[in-house]
């Protein structure tokens, strides 16, 4: 086949269509892609809110709860799927915590009313109390041990300012009851009252220590005795004379039973019970006159005879005294 040239063809476009249909893509990518954009600024937003805000609030929380121990704030479930039921365990725990910190809470105010009132009760004790730690030093005292031992408001008695027993014994006698006393605090064993003195001035302490169980702690009660010693040495003085009288001497209660009786009482009348026993010439008879002047002077006398047993049982004379 051959082929014959007949002449040039010129073909003239317009680039108008083909801007137009260019800008026509280009508007309509841009559309789809704002489009695609919001959609996903949509979907993301409903995934914040559906994931991200709730874990973000579960996690504040938590750390609310783990750092300052809020535990009455509750989160709200939005939707009752997995993260809801997270949710929910999360509040529940949340009632547990705080239900058992309310038990805690009223356990340690009922702690601290006791021992509110067990310090009041220590405080209001007339006797003093020392507690002594297991490395000898005071760890608590009441009003009345600081009224007996003022120096110890004084901290100045070591470096550390701790304070010892013997630091506020060191001034007593005699020294083997100091000693003996220290080794039981020692030794956490109970030691018996023991009278101790004071060098100077002379006051008497009862002391004694008592073991405190679980810490080791021993427990000192101190008491003043000074005035009741001195009664007691008194009261001993006047038993003796008494009992040293050469006079026979008795005391009888309304019933004429004998409370007590000296010794030359005894020797001369024998251990009687009963003034009656007495085997006298002429009955004692207590008349209306008799009983007035008792009561009224204080004072009664009888002379009579009596049986005495030391004299082979003869009749002396007597002059018996009563006195109220």
Same mark, same amino acid.
């Given at each position: 086949m051959s082929y014959h040239y007949?002449?040039?063809?010129?073909?003239?476009?317009?680039?108008?269509?083909i801007f137009k249909q260019r800008n026509q893509i280009i508007v309509i990518?841009?559309?789809?892609? $704002?489009? &695609?954009?919001? $959609?996903? &600024?949509?979907?993301?937003?409903g995934l914040h809110t559906l994931i991200a805000m709730p874990l973000s609030s579960l996690f504040h929380s938590m750390q609310s709860v783990i750092k300052k121990g809020v535990t009455h704030k509750r989160l709200d479930v939005l939707h009752p799927d997995e993260l809801g039921m997270v949710t929910h365990c999360f509040n529940e725990m949340l009632d547990n915590l705080s239900y058992r910190d309310d038990l805690l809470t009223k356990a340690f105010q009922n702690l601290e009313d006791r021992n509110h009132y067990i310090n009041q009760v220590l405080d209001s004790i007339e006797q003093g109390l020392l507690v002594i730690s297991p490395s000898k030093e005071v760890t608590y005292y009441n009003p009345a041990a600081h009224l007996l031992f003022p120096e110890i408001g004084n901290q100045s008695h070591h470096i550390?300012?701790?304070?010892?027993?013997y630091d506020i014994l060191h001034e007593f006698e005699p020294s083997t009851r100091i000693n003996e006393l220290l080794q039981h605090i020692e030794q956490h064993k109970?030691?018996?009252p023991v009278i101790i003195r004071h060098q100077v001035t002379g006051v008497r302490y009862q002391i004694s220590s008592y073991p405190i169980s679980g810490e080791q702690h021993s427990l000192l009660h101190i008491e003043d005795i000074t005035t009741r010693y001195a009664a007691e040495q008194r009261q001993r003085l006047a038993e003796t004379i008494f009992d040293q009288n050469p006079s026979s001497?008795?005391?009888?209660?309304?019933?004429m039973t004998v409370e007590t009786k000296n010794t030359a009482f005894i020797r001369y009348f024998g251990d009687i019970n009963k003034l009656n026993q007495l085997v006298v010439r002429h009955p004692v008879k207590f008349s209306y006159r008799i009983l007035k002047q008792l009561l009224i002077r204080g004072s009664f006398q009888?002379?009579?005879d009596v049986l005495c047993k030391s004299?082979?049982?003869k009749s002396i004379p007597y002059r018996l005294m009563i006195s109220i």
């Open positions: 007949l002449g040039n063809l010129t073909v003239w476009v317009s680039k108008d269509n990518f841009l559309c789809t892609s $704002l489009i &695609l954009s919001i $959609l996903a &600024l949509f979907f993301a937003h550390d300012g701790s304070l010892t027993p109970r030691l018996l001497v008795v005391v009888i209660l309304r019933d009888i002379k009579s004299i082979r049982k």
